[in-house]
Nanobody, 128 residues
Framework: DVQLQASGGGLVQAGGSLRLSCAAS????????IGWFRQVPGKEREEVSY????????YYGDSVKGRFTISSDNAKNTVYLQMNNLKPEDTAVYYC?????????????????????WGQGTQVTVSS
C-alpha cells in the first residue's frame, strides 16, 4: 500500500518562503499524481496545487498562482511545493494526497473525492 509523508512546514514571516515535501513509499509506481491541499480549522479543505508526472500536468489554486511552484523528483518518489511570498492567509495545515485515477485535469483536480491516500499534514504558520 502507498503511504504519503508530508514535511517541511514551520513558522515564517510574511514574505518568506518554505518548501514542503511529500514523500511516497510502499507500492508506488514510477509516475506520481499528487495534489496539495490545505485546511484551516472550521473551514473546508482548499485546493493548492496538483502534479501528474506522467504527462506533466500542473495546476494551481487561484489563491497561490504566481507564488507557489510544484515539482517532482521521481527517483525519490517525492513531490515538492515551493511556497514564496507567503501571506498570513496561507496559514493552514497542508496535506498531500494521491490521485488514484491519474486522469485528473483542470476541471476536476480540486475535488477531494478523487484522492485515496492522504499524508498526515504539516503545519504552515505565516506571521504578519
Amino acid at each position: 500500500d502507498v503511504q504519503l509523508q508530508a514535511s517541511g512546514g514551520g513558522l515564517v514571516q510574511a514574505g518568506g518562503s518554505l518548501r514542503l515535501s511529500c514523500a511516497a513509499s510502499g507500492s508506488t509506481s514510477d509516475d506520481l499524481a499528487i495534489g496539495w491541499f490545505r485546511q484551516v480549522p472550521g473551514k473546508e479543505r482548499e485546493e493548492v496545487s496538483y502534479i501528474s508526472t506522467s504527462d506533466r500536468k500542473i495546476y494551481y489554486g487561484d489563491s497561490v498562482k504566481g507564488r507557489f511552484t510544484i515539482s517532482s523528483d521521481n527517483a525519490k518518489n517525492t513531490v515538492y511545493l515551493q511556497m514564496n511570498n507567503l501571506k498570513p492567509e496561507d496559514t493552514a495545515v497542508y496535506y498531500c494526497a494521491r490521485d488514484q485515477t491519474r486522469l485528473l485535469d483542470g476541471s476536476n483536480w480540486w475535488r477531494t473525492i478523487w484522492y485515496d491516500r492522504w499524508g498526515q499534514g504539516t503545519q504552515v504558520t505565516v506571521s504578519s
